[in-house]
């Protein structure tokens, strides 16, 4: 069964940094590229950043570009996201998801993030 | 970028009625095009991928179609357990782009 397990999220002051972690198994994590999204209190879904299997291609939403970095550890099975210069639009519960033939097919539980003084 | 009209924003409908959600690519973008359920406290489930096809385990009175730029998604005859929110999602090309959402409700 494939599984994708967030964690990192927590309330933080405006400016500072957070690093989420999203733990998959039950499937070969080094062959699939991998997403972050997230979704704001009572908004839709807005992609955040993407990452390919070997981690030769990286891209982030406009939002997020210069503040954040997707990374990965394909021997630990875990994605990443630093998120640095935090606002308070960046308040959302973010999910990680596998990506597969161009769609997000599988999806953690969510970690929230909040960002407030 | 490409932007997704997702329409409409909201609808409501009776059990055992059709049910037709729209997304409206702003450029081609294929068959790279995925709908998605998400209920309330849950994350997304996807239901249709390459604009056509079901996911694995997803019930048959699903269906997604594409005429052009076009997309839907159509329940044939709706049950009681598919309201939510209904989101579509372009994957043809970074930054990928979802819909705004749909959520419907049973009357």
């Known amino acids: 069964e494939v599984q994708l397990v967030e964690s990192g999220g927590g309330l933080v002051q405006p400016g500072r940094s957070l690093k989420l972690s999203c733990v998959a198994s039950g499937f070969t994590f080094s062959n699939y590229g991998m997403n972050w999204i997230r979704q704001a209190p009572g908004k839709g879904l807005e992609w955040v950043a993407y990452i390919s299997s070997g981690s030769s291609y990286i891209y982030y939403a406009e939002t997020v570009k210069g503040r954040f970095t997707i990374s990965r550890d394909n021997a630990k099975n875990t994605l990443y996201l630093q998120m640095t210069s935090l606002r308070s639009e960046d308040t959302a519960l973010y999910y990680c998801?596998?990506?597969?033939?161009?769609?997000?097919?599988?999806w953690g539980q969510g970690a929230s993030v909040t960002v407030s003084s | 970028d490409i932007q997704m009209t997702q329409s409409p924003a909201s609808l409501s409908a009776s059990l055992e009625e059709i049910v037709t959600i729209t997304c409206q690519a702003s450029q081609d973008i294929g068959n790279w095009l995925a709908w998605y359920q998400q209920k309330p406290g849950k994350s997304p489930q996807l239901l249709i991928y390459?604009?056509?096809s079901l996911a694995d385990g997803v019930p048959s009175r699903f269906s997604g179609s594409r005429s052009g730029t076009q997309y839907s998604l159509k329940i044939s005859r709706l049950q009681v357990e598919d309201p939510g929110i209904y989101y579509c999602l372009q994957g043809y090309s970074a930054p990928y782009t979802f819909g705004a959402g749909t959520k419907l409700e049973l009357k």
């Open positions: 998801a596998r990506y597969l033939q161009r769609v997000m097919d599988a």
């Open positions: 390459g604009a056509t």
